[in-house]
DNA sequence: AGTACGCCCTGGCCGC
DNA sequence: TGCGGCCAGGGCGTAC
């Protein structure tokens, strides 16, 4: 599932090859991609000519910057974006709903076995406010203090992690390492951390999710960079899917229960 | 305000 | 071997 990490290995990878190139052909063929807006002939339309200004990252949503629109991508579960030299080159297969064309060459796929992703233009003014996502938490504007004003709420640490309103770019692999490492129960009220804890908290997350882009990403389940290659961290995973396996810090059997009914992977003894 | 639950969607896995 | 049933899960809408 493309988290932050995920999302950003995709984006770098993109960069140096579509950035400054223009669209010359687009093809959607599953309507359920632009669900959000548009169809897919209104949005194929607004790419064709256009050339790609930047590639940007915020949270889990792509921003492919066209000048006065963007178009938006989200790969949801299992969402795969990937680059191909030339046309002939080019693999689809019942799983891959939209193709961009580039001048000089070159072929962007989407590609979704589920379904869950979606990809719909936006003005680029109006980026910032059709996401409605909260901070990056890599930038420095992510602050102990900005944490703390996120963890005002009565509801679950592992719950606020995963809003992405509150924070942005976490998904269940990175909540639970984040929370592993700073020693904190997932079922921990957000509002009763301490400024030790908060300050534990801030620190796992940056940690977590640099080491997760320095290994290009985690493939659990579909993750594939654009080349279609698996990321490294996976094995670097304290407790996510662990479960039943010894905690590598003190060798109690890692935990697995629902936290706002999503899979929630923990340490009974390191995290209180 | 916080939480539960259903929905979307499909491949993979389990039990019979 | 085959098939029905269940599960995962990000995000959203709805109900309590």
Same mark, same amino acid.
């Given at each position: 599932?493309?988290?932050?990490?995920?999302?950003?290995?995709?984006?770098?990878?993109?960069?140096? #090859?579509?950035?400054?190139?223009?669209?010359?052909?687009?093809?959607?063929? +599953?309507?359920?991609? +632009?669900?959000?807006? %548009?169809?897919?002939?209104?949005?194929?339309?607004?790419?064709? %000519?256009?050339?790609?200004?930047?590639?940007?990252?915020?949270?889990?949503?792509?921003?492919?910057?066209?000048?006065?629109?963007?178009?938006?991508?989200?790969?949801?579960?299992?969402?795969?974006?990937?680059?191909?030299?030339?046309?002939?080159?080019?693999?689809?297969?019942?799983? +891959?709903?939209?193709?961009?064309?580039?001048?000089?060459?070159?072929?962007? +796929?989407?590609?979704?076995?589920? #379904?869950?992703?979606?990809?719909?233009?936006?003005?680029?003014?109006?980026?910032?406010?059709?996401?409605?996502?909260?901070?990056?938490?890599?930038?420095?504007?992510?602050?102990?203090?900005?944490?703390?004003?996120?963890?005002?709420?009565?509801?679950?640490? #592992?719950?606020?992690?995963?809003?992405?309103? #509150?924070?942005?770019?976490?998904?269940?692999?990175?909540?639970?390492?984040?929370?592993?490492?700073?020693?904190?129960?997932?079922?921990?009220?957000?509002?009763?951390?301490?400024?030790?804890?908060? &300050?534990?908290?801030?620190?796992?997350?940056?940690?977590?999710?640099?080491?997760?882009?320095?290994?290009?990403?985690?493939?659990?389940?579909?993750?594939?960079?654009?080349?279609?290659?698996?990321?490294?961290?996976?094995? &670097?995973?304290?407790?996510?899917?662990?479960?039943?396996?010894?905690?590598?810090?003190?060798?109690?059997?890692?935990?697995?229960?629902?936290?706002?009914?999503?899979?929630?992977?923990?340490?009974?003894?390191?995290?209180?």
């Amino acid at each position: 599932m493309p988290e932050l990490p995920e999302v950003e290995t995709i984006r770098r990878d993109l960069v140096p #090859k579509v950035v400054g190139r223009s669209i010359r052909q687009a093809s959607i063929l +599953t309507p359920r991609l +632009t669900r959000r807006a %548009g169809t897919p002939a209104s949005v194929a339309a607004g790419l064709i %000519g256009r050339r790609i200004r930047a590639l940007l990252r915020r949270g889990k949503f792509f921003q492919f910057d066209l000048g006065e629109t963007s178009l938006i991508v989200r790969l949801g579960m299992t969402g795969q974006l990937r680059w191909w030299r030339d046309r002939e080159s080019c693999q689809g297969d019942e799983h +891959t709903h939209a193709f961009l064309h580039f001048d000089e060459g070159g072929v962007l +796929t989407y590609r979704d076995v589920r #379904k869950f992703g979606e990809l719909f233009l936006v003005p680029t003014e109006a980026v910032e406010a059709a996401l409605r996502v909260g901070p990056e938490p890599l930038e420095d504007a992510f602050s102990v203090g900005a944490l703390r004003r996120i963890c005002q709420s009565g509801a679950r640490v #592992k719950s606020v992690l995963l809003d992405q309103r #509150k924070i942005a770019g976490l998904g269940n692999i990175y909540a639970d390492e984040a929370l592993f490492r700073a020693k904190i129960r997932p079922t921990r009220r957000a509002a009763s951390l301490s400024e030790e804890e908060l &300050r534990a908290l801030r620190g796992a997350i940056r940690f977590v999710l640099a080491a997760a882009i320095r290994q290009r990403g985690s493939s659990i389940s579909d993750f594939r960079d654009p080349c279609g290659e698996p990321g490294g961290f996976a094995p &670097r995973h304290r407790v996510y899917q662990c479960h039943g396996t010894p905690c590598r810090v003190c060798g109690t059997a890692i935990r697995r229960i629902l936290v706002a009914q999503r899979g929630t992977h923990f340490c009974p003894t390191c995290q209180r």
